[in-house]
Nanobody
């Protein structure tokens, strides 16, 4: 069973930065691609950014130019560097992994970790 442990969230002022990390453990033999997602209160979970096994990246429009996704294949971790944070970035952030890129893009998963709360407020 794959487990995702997200960390690095917190309270930050508008314009600030945070770096989120996700450790992936368990049976990851078929897990090639990874992604970061977020869910704000009352809203559906949405894609923030995805990264393929080979390192190609895709970002949601709101994340372009502000967020950077990266991965460490040796350590089975994926990170999200977030800069110029805005109050609308407030959400619980999750990671996930799948060998099917369409699942990464389509937010199509049956299980999730606990996530890490990001709150952007003055």
């Amino acid at each position: 069973q794959v487990q995702f442990v997200e960390s690095g969230g917190g309270l930050v002022q508008p314009g600030g930065s945070l770096r989120l990390s996700c450790a992936v453990s368990g049976s990851i033999f078929n897990m090639n691609h990874m992604g970061w997602y977020r869910q704000a209160p009352g809203k559906e979970r949405e894609l923030v950014a995805g990264i393929t096994q080979g390192g190609s990246k895709r970002y949601a429009e709101f994340a372009k130019g502000r967020f950077t996704i990266s991965r460490n294949n040796a350590k089975n971790t994926v990170s999200l560097e977030m800069n110029s944070l805005k109050p609308e970035d407030t959400a619980v952030y999750y990671c996930n992994a799948d060998r099917n890129w369409s699942n990464i893009m389509g937010v199509n998963f049956s299980s999730w970790g606990q996530g890490t709360q990001v709150t952007v407020s003055s």
